[in-house]
């Protein structure tokens, strides 16, 4: 079994800054492609960015493009997204992801694991 633990989500007023992390520990596996998705209240789980096993590759949906970074820590598994100019629409739970096989992240059906979610808030 694999678990994929979020943190760093909180409270930050418009145009501020947070930054996510997450690890995943419990059953070891080389490292793969992980991912951010987020989900607002009464809507569905959106794909927000993702990077490859390697790195070397990074897709983000065009609603946080240029504003959201996403980067692989030194340790195996382990993936940031550093969220700037934030904006009371990106208000949602994020959630982690992992997939086993090697394909880049790039919707829900993808996902082979999942985080248990972190609340982030944009105030006006």
């Known amino acids: 079994q694999v678990q994929l633990v979020e943190s760093g989500g909180g409270l930050v007023q418009a145009g501020g800054s947070l930054r996510l992390s997450c690890a995943a520990s419990g059953r070891t596996f080389g490292s793969v492609p992980m991912g951010w998705f987020r989900q607002a209240p009464g809507k569905e789980r959106e794909f927000v960015a993702s990077?490859?096993?390697?790195?070397?590759?990074?897709y983000y949906a065009d609603s946080v493009k240029g504003r959201f970074t996403i980067s692989r820590g030194n340790a195996k598994n382990t993936v940031y997204l550093q969220m700037n100019n934030l904006k009371p629409e990106d208000t949602a739970v994020y959630y982690c992801a992992a997939r086993t096989t090697l394909q880049t992240i790039r919707g829900v059906d993808d996902v082979d694991y999942w985080g248990q979610g972190t609340q982030v808030t944009v105030s006006s």
């Open positions: 990077i490859s096993w390697s790195g070397s590759s990074t």
